[in-house]
C-alpha cells in the first residue's frame, strides 16, 4: 500500500503498543482502504516457471510439487465481495419476478474470522456476519493441491417482506476480473450460452464465464438463479441464495439453511473438465470398506478399488442407471437402463464396460420401447457395449447381464 501515513503520530503511538507487548501478542493484521485494489495478471502460457518466481521459496516448508501454470494465470476475484443483501423493489406475486434493484448492503464486517481445519489437504476459514434479524457463518475450503474452492453458507434467515416495501434478497457475488466474457449455463443434457447484462437466468449444475483461453465455474448443489453482468474486464457473477418475497407465501424461506456451492477455475472454456466437476460436487463419491478376509475367510471380497461401469470418452456422460422397468415388474430378470448424453457436439462411438459379461444390449427410447430403426445397433463384447452416437445426441440401452 506504500509508505502514505507511516510516520504519523497515530502509526508511531500504535508500533509503540506492540513492541511493548501492551495488547498482547498480536499474530495478525488486518488492513482495510477506502479504495479497491486489484491486479490485473497476464496468463502465465506452459508449464515452466516463469523467471520472476521463485517456486521453492513460495513452497517453503511444503510438500514438493512440480509448478503448473495453472495454479498462477491469472487473478480473478477483483476484490473480497462474496455475499450481499439486494433490496428488490416491492411487487404483487414477487415470488415468481425478482424485482428491480433499489440498493444493495455488503455483508464485509465479520464478528469473527478464524481458522477450524488446517490439514494437509485442505484448509478451512469461518466468518460470522450479521444482518437484520438474520446471520450467516461462512465456511470456505481452500485446498492444497486442487484448484477448487467450496463454500458452504449456514444461513438463519428471518427477513421479511412487506407489501409496499423493498424486501432483502441474499445472493453470492464473485466480482470477476475477465475480457470479453461468454456466460454458459448447464441444463439438461446441454450447455446453452445466456446474456451478460444481468439478467437471472435458470441453470442446473453450474454456469460458466470464460473469455476462450481460461475461464471460472460457479458449481451449486441446490441453488438455480444465476447471473452474470460484465464487460472491459469487469464483471459480477451472482447466485440468488434466499428471498423474502411476501407474495403469495407470508414465510418464504425462513428458517436455517445450509447452502454450498463452489468456485472451479480452469484453462478454456466448461469444456475443460467443468461437466464431471459440476457431477462431482453434486454426487460426491462414496467410500466404503470392503470385507475383510481375515474376518470372514470364507467369503469372497471385492477389490479395494472398483467401478460398476465405466464411459468412455469424456465427451459423454452417464445420466442414468437403474433398473428396467420390465425387469422392476418380472422376476429373476436382471435388465438396467443406461442412459448417455454426446455434450460436445462431436460424433465418437460409446464404450460402457460393465464388471461382468453382458448377455444382451438394444436401444430403447425414454419410456424404455424397443427401438429398430433410424438408430444406431450396439455391439457387445464380454462385459463392453459399444455404440455410435451423434452430436449432442440421448442414447437409452437396455442391457441384460
Known sequence: ???????????????????????G?????????????????????????PK????????????????????????????????????????????????????????????????????????????????????????????????????????HWFELGEPGEPHPMLRAVFPLAIENPRFDCHVPFDVVSRPTDGTEVPAQHWVDVTDGEAGVALINETKYGHSFVGGKGMGELRLTLLRSSHDPDRYPDQGMHFIRYSLFPHEGDWKSGVWAEGEAVNFP??????????????????????????????????????QSE?????????????????????????????????????RVDLLERKLDTGVSIPVVEGPTVRVRVRPHEIVSLRITL
Not at 509508505?3 to 495488547?23: L, N, Y
Not at 434493484?101 to 489437504?121: C, I, M, N, Q, S
Open 1 to 23: 500500500m506504500g509508505h502514505q501515513g507511516h510516520s504519523t503520530e497515530g502509526t508511531a503511538m500504535v508500533r509503540d503498543w506492540v513492541q511493548g507487548g501492551c495488547i
Open 25 to 49: 501478542d498480536v499474530r495478525g493484521v488486518i488492513a482495510y482502504s477506502r479504495k479497491n485494489y486489484w491486479t490485473k495478471v497476464q496468463p502465465v502460457k506452459g508449464s515452466e516457471c
Open 52 to 155: 520472476t518466481l521463485e517456486w521453492d521459496l513460495f513452497l517453503n516448508r511444503a510438500e514438493t510439487i512440480p509448478f503448473s501454470s495453472s495454479y498462477m494465470n491469472r487473478e480473478w476475484i477483483r476484490y473480497s465481495h462474496f455475499s450481499g443483501i439486494y433490496m428488490e423493489k416491492p411487487r404483487g406475486m414477487s415470488a415468481w419476478v425478482i424485482g428491480e434493484t433499489l440498493a444493495t448492503h455488503d455483508l464485509t464486517d465479520a464478528e469473527y474470522v478464524r481458522v477450524t481445519e488446517a490439514g494437509p489437504v485442505r484448509v478451512c476459514v469461518e466468518a460470522l456476519k450479521r444482518w437484520g434479524h438474520s446471520k450467516f457463518i461462512q465456511r470456505t475450503w481452500v485446498y492444497r493441491s486442487y484448484p477448487r474452492i467450496d463454500f458452504e453458507l449456514e444461513a
Open 285 to 322: 463419491a462414496l467410500s466404503a470398506e470392503p470385507p475383510s478376509a481375515s474376518l470372514r475367510p470364507k467369503e469372497p471380497t471385492r477389490p479395494p478399488e472398483s467401478s460398476l461401469v465405466s464411459l468412455d470418452p469424456a465427451t459423454l456422460v452417464l445420466s442414468t442407471l437403474k
Open 326 to 362: 420390465e425387469a422392476a415388474k418380472e422376476a429373476g430378470v436382471a435388465g438396467v437402463i443406461a442412459r448417455i448424453v454426446e455434450v460436445e457436439g462431436a460424433e465418437t462411438t460409446a464404450v460402457l464396460t460393465f464388471q461382468r459379461e453382458v448377455r444382451s444390449a438394444e
